[in-house]
């Protein structure tokens, strides 16, 4: 009698090929040599101009002088009032034209393409026009003035109130289309079918805006706002261009101080005030990176 004796098999796992090892780590190397040259452009024109600006600003005698300086005061209450007034208005009155551009009639998207013209257009010649429009002697806002009435207009410029609101409006005016649109995306994005719902249910206008649209669209707003407020502490087109600080430097914002003490050949004053910005664009960062993080 045979007898049949079965020996288990034993198997070993095979090495993964060298060569696709070989290949990914090739593709890998790659990755890194190519993002080099973007490291170099960050280092050469953000790191070392911001690093060697605040080497600049790093004397506390720089400081010294430019708590000193009364326009430096004069300047940081514009820079205040141009933040909460102007942004407010203009975030509002965006909320308001982005519920008049989301309809879907055929005039509506024309007057919507005139609307974003103000935006897409260069501030030099746009900003520039309304300052040889707001000329006293040959502008013409002031010849209307002297056609219609026989007086002489104001001299727009020359008073530090009107210079001020006049750069304002010409903020409002140059960025108002681009949070029109982004607040048009925003409604955009809420359902039909809520509205449709609400509609059966008797909601009023008011009523749809205020448990539908608002809800909808409340964090979008409100980070539209943060970032908007550190965009125009960085703009200086809307002063600098319409009344270039004047008249005295009464309307100076910290945008468009630095550019005086520069002009003056002061860099470290020049350095300093920029450095005295960030207290007030450090927290608007924070609280628009806690909003997006939610």
């Known amino acids: 009698m045979s007898s049949i004796i079965a020996t288990p098999t034993t198997t070993h796992e095979l090495p993964a090929p060298a060569p696709a090892a070989r290949r990914s780590a090739s593709w890998d190397n790659w990755g890194r040599v190519m993002v080099v040259p973007y490291l170099l452009v960050f280092a050469v024109f953000v ?49 308001l034209l982005s519920g008049f551009f989301v309809q879907t009639r055929w005039w509506i998207k024309v007057l919507s393409a005139l609307f974003i013209l103000p935006w897409a257009v260069p501030s030099i010649p746009t900003i520039l026009s309304v300052r040889f429009m707001l000329n006293p002697e040959w502008g013409v806002v002031n010849t209307l003035i002297f056609r219609l009435t026989g ?60 448990f539908i649209t608002w809800p909808s669209m409340r964090t979008l707003y409100l980070t539209s706002t943060i970032l908007s407020m550190i965009w125009t502490l960085g703009d200086f087109n809307s002063v600098y261009l319409l009344t270039g600080g004047g008249p005295a430097d009464l309307t100076h914002v910290l945008a468009t101080l630095g550019i005086r003490y520069l002009r003056l050949d002061q860099v470290d004053l020049a350095m300093a005030s920029i450095v005295v910005a960030m207290p007030l664009v450090l927290p608007l960062v924070y609280f628009m990176m806690k909003r997006l993080s939610k």
């Open 47 to 95: 790191l070392y101009p911001v690093g060697y600006g605040l080497w600049l600003a790093r004397h506390p005698q720089s400081y010294v002088r430019l708590f000193a300086d009364p326009i430096f005061f004069r300047t940081v209450i514009n820079t205040l009032v141009f933040l909460v007034v102007a942004i407010n208005i203009k975030m509002m009155v965006a909320l």
């Open 151 to 210: 007086m002489d207009g104001p001299n727009w410029l020359n008073d530090p109130t009107l210079a001020l609101s006049f750069s304002m409006l010409m903020h409002i005016w140059k960025s108002l289309p681009f949070w029109t649109l982004i607040l048009v995306a925003g409604r955009l994005s809420i359902p039909s079918e809520q509205y449709e719902a609400a509609a059966v249910d008797g909601a009023s206008t008011w009523q749809k805006f205020r």
